[in-house]
């Protein structure tokens, strides 16, 4: 084999050329930006499931949030009352403070 940068033979197994110093034909290269691409595809993929283990605590719970919150204001509105069940599902589901607030409504 022979060095790409000053044309010397060197020997097959050569990392670097003794001659000049640089890696023959970018091999040395090729496996460094092997090494850096498997580490960035390792990071995105934790970082990939981490988002998803954070958004499911925040989408997941807005299935059940929204639909509660705009039942409660559109009975309000209406002036309907507002069910024990339904007010103890909003004070574990949605805001505790609330919930309190609406058990002790005598509505």
């Not at 084999?1 to 640089?22: L, N, Q, R, T, Y």
């Not at 970018?26 to 499931?49: C, D, E, H």
């Not at 807005?62 to 009975?75: D, G, Q, R, V």
Request: hydrophobic letters at 45%.
């Amino acid at each position: 084999m022979f060095c790409s940068k000053c044309g010397k033979e060197i020997m097959d197994e050569a990392v670097i050329c003794p001659h000049c110093g640089c890696s023959p034909k970018g091999q040395n290269a090729k496996a460094i930006t092997n090494s850096s691409n498997s580490g960035m595809k390792t990071v995105a993929k934790v970082l990939m499931i981490l988002s998803t283990v954070i958004l499911g605590f925040w989408i997941i719970p807005l299935a059940w949030c929204l639909p509660l919150t705009i039942m409660y204001c559109n009975k309000v509105s209406r002036g309907e009352p507002i069910s024990t069940g339904f007010k103890v599902c909003c004070l574990l589901f949605v805001n505790l403070i609330a919930g309190i607030l609406m058990l002790c409504d005598n509505d």
